[in-house]
């Protein structure tokens, strides 16, 4: 809950109504604001803009350009949740977040954001109408198609279930106010609020669009930037929402495109082709800030780098494979050569900011190649090849990591062979060579339901896929996501760790994720603790002259 009371928060919004909403332009007025272009690698896994599809660490830049939550996080500084659309919150019981929403919010087409608008973005039109079979296919798809009419496809209704697993309703107290309502107890509701699927669309626009796909590749939010004109695997082109409750946006329009490889993103930002170039490999950065006109921000995000594995391979069916595999790696020299020793090595799949919740004493499995062979040779591995699907560098570093891991892992006796994909849905497919795969995952709030649980647990990706289950950490997860026990949920965690990455690994964590952007050096901004790009006022100081 934030420090203001309702009644000094109404009271705001009512002051501020006639004296911070500032004018339109007059027909005619020039613009002078600028306009920038952003090279990416890529913009959207699933060629949507909407949230509840795109769940990615690409799509994660864009998103808080042009929709937001009720409750927002201080991406630039400390990662606590702030006000966002509701301008504050209160505890009802441990079911029950009552929120006040901002006032006088206007969403891209003109219209007014009211509490019924809330209701639908939680609703069953967008959040829980797609197929009762949600998540059986691969979250990372392109989409080309919907379901019929504008019934969304299964995976939005799995991405729902992991992000809201005990959802109820929406209960509609007054035109300013609204209830969040769980099945469950839940101590995490404020964080499972300010998640990206949660933001606030436009009712009156999803009614008005003629398919989910067209929905989905241009929602209407209130963002301060509003979507201009979206092209699948080019570009992306955002422009001012002038009207943006938070004031006159700094930026006339902000152009992304997408620059597969990262030395044609460097070279453009070199030529003054973009303003800004991201994905940008640490060896890379010395390199740019030769150009006096250029320079890197970045660092240390809330996301870690994983190796996964699907446990009904034949190879690695045996839990002696898997634990040998994590113990072949040596993350600090991947940290060291790779990375400059710009990240970090990390306590297993934790952060820091979650408190007292942090596993002070957890590490991951230690570097002991004596013990990785002695599990092999005590598995029932007989030297079959074990397939690793992989990318051309969606992730930064990933195939020079891939290439480490492999001859760490022939070095024990392991035959693992690198199949190269073109995309997610090939590294998901079900089949014979599915085994092993890179993937990421994000603390989006200061809890471990937003990580281990959310991408390992009943609704989480890996069990939605058929890679891994395991009953005691199915029931461990309830615990966690229901218990209102702060020192029981603590002892959960812990085994849940010990399980996911000692007994019967679903997953090794290799690094902490550091994020670097390049830039035009007289571009006065800053960059997140995440993939979130903040082109908001209050993160834009203007051009040095």
Not at 263 to 290: H, M, T, V, W
Not at 339 to 344: A, D
Request: hydrophobic share 35%.
């Amino acid at each position: 809950m934030t420090g203001l009371t309702r009644r000094h928060t109404l009271a705001l919004g009512a002051a501020s109504a006639g004296s911070l909403i500032l004018p339109r332009f007059a027909i005619g007025q020039a613009d002078n604001r600028p306009s920038i272009t952003i090279a990416v690698q890529k913009i959207a896994n699933s060629n949507t803009l909407e949230t509840l599809r795109e769940q990615s660490n690409v799509g994660t830049r864009t998103f808080y350009s042009y929709a937001e939550p009720l409750i927002d996080t201080d991406w630039i500084g400390d990662l606590s949740l702030k006000p966002g659309l509701a301008t504050s919150w209160r505890r009802i019981d441990d079911r029950t977040v009552e929120m006040v929403l901002r006032p006088g919010v206007k969403f891209h087409n003109g219209d007014v954001m009211t509490a019924e608008d809330v209701a639908f973005s939680y609703g069953v039109d967008r959040m829980w109408g797609g197929s009762a079979q949600a998540g059986q296919s691969g979250l990372f798809g392109s989409v080309t198609g919907g379901a019929v009419g504008k019934q969304p496809p299964a995976e939005v209704v799995a991405v729902a279930k992991r992000a809201f697993p005990s959802f109820e309703k929406i209960e509609i107290v007054d035109p300013q106010t609204i209830r969040f309502v769980n099945k469950t107890p839940d101590v995490t509701l404020e964080g499972r609020i300010s998640r990206n699927v949660g933001i606030i669309m436009s009712r009156r626009a999803f009614a008005e669009t003629a398919s989910w796909l067209d929905w989905a590749r241009k929602p209407v939010g209130t963002g301060p930037y509003k979507i201009a004109e979206f092209r699948p695997d080019q570009s992306l082109i955002l422009v001012a929402h002038d009207e943006y409750w938070g004031g006159r946006p700094p930026l006339k329009q902000i152009r992304f495109v997408e620059v597969p490889e990262t030395a044609s993103r460097i070279n453009g930002l070199n030529s003054g082709e973009y303003d800004f170039a991201c994905d940008i490999p640490p060896d890379q950065i010395s390199e740019i800030e030769k150009n006096p006109r250029a320079e890197v921000l970045g660092g240390l995000i809330g996301n870690h780098r994983q190796t996964v594995f699907d446990k009904t391979h034949p190879q690695l069916s045996d839990p002696l494979v898997r634990r040998a595999m994590t113990h072949a790696i040596d993350r600090q020299s991947i940290v060291d050569a790779l990375w400059s020793g710009r990240t970090r090595v990390p306590k297993g799949l934790q952060w820091e900011f979650y408190g007292d919740m942090f596993i002070a004493d957890w590490s991951v499995p230690a570097y002991d190649m004596e013990e990785a062979r002695r599990l092999v040779k005590q598995s029932s591995y007989k030297g079959d090849p074990i397939p690793y699907r992989l990318l051309n560098n969606y992730y930064t570093n990933q195939v020079a990591t891939a290439q480490v891991l492999v001859e760490s892992w022939r070095e024990i006796g392991l035959n693992v062979q690198i199949e190269s994909k073109e995309n997610f849905p090939q590294v998901l497919a079900k089949g014979p060579t599915r085994a092993v795969r890179d993937w990421s995952n994000s603390a989006s709030f200061n809890d471990p339901v937003s990580s281990i649980t959310s991408s390992h647990g009943p609704t989480g990706q890996q069990w939605q896929v058929g890679e891994w289950t395991n009953a005691e950490m199915g029931k461990l997860s309830d615990v966690l996501e229901s218990s209102t026990d702060r020192a029981q949920r603590k002892a959960a965690f812990r085994r849940m760790l010990e399980i996911c990455e000692r007994e019967d690994p679903a997953y090794t964590v290799l690094h902490q994720t550091a994020n670097f952007t390049a830039k035009r050096k007289d571009i006065q901004w800053k960059a997140a603790q995440s993939f979130v790009m903040d082109f908001s006022a209050r993160n834009w100081g203007g051009i040095r002259s």
